[in-house]
């Protein structure tokens, strides 16, 4: 028998559940920014009511995993959405600096729907990924030829099949709509409509956690290269040690300096161009002569050679002295 507590919890989920699925329409067909006052207001209003939610059907014990589909009252099947729908409003958050967490717990709420669907065999289909089981679904593709051809394939065949049902879906909802919100529908046209729904939400939780897996990977390349940028610029910044001289005794330190004093003054480029405005560069290993200072080597190289030449013929002379005419010539002798 249900306690005063538990009605009173009854009465006002569906309170909760319908203003808060009317929110996230609100904020679906809006016109203003998503991140307008307006919008952030709803989408923080419609989370706060679904988390009450929650709780409630926490408290309440509503599903139970040892029922199956077919014992869950027709008017209840509706609540087995609410992770989902939170998992939609946590995506319409702006906030830059915590995108990747509203994306993770966006995340965690469609993993908890779809898992609570799977358990109650809304329809057949398999988990994603989780940091659970991705090991195990690598290991296993590993094993198999060709396995990124043939993921692309089953993943393109299925992105068909989930939008030939969710069209399918679409209109069977608009044919059940009207009846089923004016009340003159019987049980087994609201159970439909509401199996429709949670079928239409599945693909929705397919959908958004693939683009939601896209956005986390973008995101987490961005910080990774932000911070690679960030340690290159602080080494950058970081200012160069000036080369020291370890020495052993007091005479290489007399010699070499006590380490800085001793170190030159300035590059090699300096030291060039300093000696070329000042005309004193090195050319081939002579230094170059100014006009006055080559024409002084030139007298002084002809006085040289005015003095070789005489030196020469006086030697001569005295040679031709000592010496007869025909000396030291014996081809004519007999």
């Not at 998992?87 to 600096?97: C, D, E, I």
């Not at 469609?110 to 799977?118: A, G, I, K, R, Y």
């Not at 040679?319 to 004519?332: A, F, I, S």
């Amino acid at each position: 028998m249900a306690t005063a507590g538990n009605e009173l919890l009854l009465a006002r989920l569906p309170e909760l559940f319908e203003t808060s699925t009317q929110l996230l329409d609100e904020v679906e067909v809006a016109t203003e920014p998503s991140g307008s006052r307006i919008i952030q207001d709803k989408v923080f209003k419609g989370l706060d009511l679904l988390k009450k939610a929650a709780e409630m059907l926490s408290q309440l014990d509503l599903f139970s995993q040892n029922e199956d589909l077919e014992e869950i009252p027709s008017t209840d099947l509706k609540y087995l959405m609410v992770p989902a729908i939170q998992g939609a409003l946590a995506m319409k958050q702006v906030n830059p600096s915590k995108r990747l967490d509203h994306l993770q717990c966006a995340r965690e709420h469609f993993l908890n729907f779809l898992s609570q669907c799977q358990n109650y065999h809304v329809a057949e289909f398999k988990l994603p990924k989780t940091k659970n089981n991705s090991a195990e679904n690598n290991t296993a593709s590993s094993s198999v030829a060709y396995p990124s051809l043939v993921a692309m394939a089953s993943q393109r065949q299925a992105k068909i099949e989930r939008y030939k049902q969710k069209k399918e879906v679409e209109h069977r909802l608009s044919v059940l709509k009207s009846a089923v919100e004016s009340g003159q529908a019987d049980d087994e046209h609201v159970r439909e409509y509401y199996l429709l729904h949670l079928r239409r939400w599945i693909g929705i939780s397919f959908e958004e956690i693939e683009s939601i897996d896209q956005e986390i990977k973008i995101l987490k390349e961005k910080d990774s290269s932000k911070e690679a940028s960030t340690s290159n610029s602080s080494r950058q910044d970081r200012p160069l040690m000036k080369p020291f001289i370890l020495t052993r005794n007091i005479d290489q330190a007399k010699v070499f300096g006590a380490g800085y004093p001793s170190l030159a003054s300035m590059t090699v480029n300096d030291w060039y161009d300093q000696h070329q405005k000042y005309g004193t560069l090195p050319r081939q290993g002579i230094a170059k002569a100014t006009p006055v200072e080559q024409q002084e080597n030139q007298e002084q190289k002809k006085e040289e050679d005015d003095k070789l030449t005489l030196h020469r013929a006086r030697e001569w002379d005295e040679w031709k002295d000592t010496h007869p005419r025909g000396y030291g010539n014996r081809q004519n002798m007999g």
